[in-house]
């Protein structure tokens, strides 16, 4: 019987169908909420004071990490990489999501791995003024967001003045239009263990594509080309599982970034299989290849 625990910001479906999966497994599952814990150093070892077994715990499932402070993000992430250094197994680890919530850098390492990308450009606030030439339309968004939040679209240098960001960096990508008239769209595709568990396509009459924002998605079957990128990409990020997100532009395939703490029940009411049933399979064998 393995001892899991499952750790967010928010316990939400998503942590319902892992815990039931886990269940069936006959594992003990532990709630984790990050803002619970108080820990300590002492005698080279941590110590947990709300729960003294966490660091005897065999895998740890990392569920959601809100957006906050440098120092909130920063403490959440090395709790994580101190939970590796007790050979627990953590799904993603901190390293994969470091590489991943990092739209800087994850768009820099998938490039510089040959991976193609909308062309993007990043500056600091005070160059205010540049704007890339030759491109009609770019994506001004923040460099740690999710859900389609805080992005705007951008056609001339004057509404780029005006532009508040977070963060004092901007972090932009030509927009790459969809071949559909009036009609936005991408493709997401769920992989666990680098091989592809669904895949769905996104539309909207908005430029933003995320369901949360009210695109509605179709279950789609992706050719091999596309299906051998997606392994490849989470190969190079060392994913345990993730949502990669692709836009096609004409017969070319480009990563618009890698969430590695992904939603699927948006996917899983247009799916047949039990996704989290397949995701905790996976889980496990990862468990079971720590002992």
């Avoid at 096609?248 to 799916?271: C, G, H, R, T, Y």
């Amino acid at each position: 019987m393995y001892k899991i625990g499952i750790i967010s910001d928010v316990h939400d479906w998503h942590t319902d169908q892992i815990e039931s999966s886990l269940k069936k497994r006959k594992c003990k599952i532990t709630r984790i909420f990050f803002e619970d814990l108080i820990f300590s150093f002492k005698k080279n070892q941590i110590n947990f004071f709300n729960n003294k077994n966490l660091n005897k715990l065999d895998g740890i499932w990392v569920r959601f990490i809100n957006s906050g402070s440098t120092e909130e993000i920063t403490t959440k992430l090395t709790i994580l990489h101190l939970f590796t250094e007790y050979k627990i197994y953590v799904h993603n680890s901190a390293d994969v999501i470091e590489k991943t919530v990092d739209k800087v850098r994850c768009t820099g390492l998938l490039r510089v791995n040959g991976f193609l990308t909308p062309d993007t450009y990043v500056w600091f606030e005070k160059k205010k003024t540049f704007f890339p030439k030759g491109v009609k339309k770019i994506l001004v968004k923040p460099i740690f967001g999710s859900q389609g939040k805080n992005i705007f679209m951008i056609n001339k240098p004057d509404d780029l003045k005006r532009t508040e960001i977070t963060g004092g960096v901007f972090y932009v990508q030509e927009f790459i239009n969809s071949e559909k008239k009036n009609i936005y769209s991408d493709i997401r595709i769920l992989v666990s263990n680098h091989k592809i568990v669904s895949a769905m396509e996104r539309e909207s009459r908005h430029f933003i594509t995320n369901v949360y924002q009210g695109a509605k998605c179709k279950k789609i079957s992706i050719n091999k080309k596309l299906r051998s990128l997606a392994s490849k990409i989470s190969k190079q990020f060392n994913l345990g599982y993730a949502g990669i997100d692709i836009k096609i532009d004409k017969d070319k395939f480009s990563v618009l970034e890698i969430n590695s703490v992904p939603s699927w029940k948006a996917l899983q009411k247009i799916e047949k299989i039990n996704i989290s049933e397949v995701l905790v399979n996976d889980f496990l064998k990862k468990v079971k290849c720590r002992k």
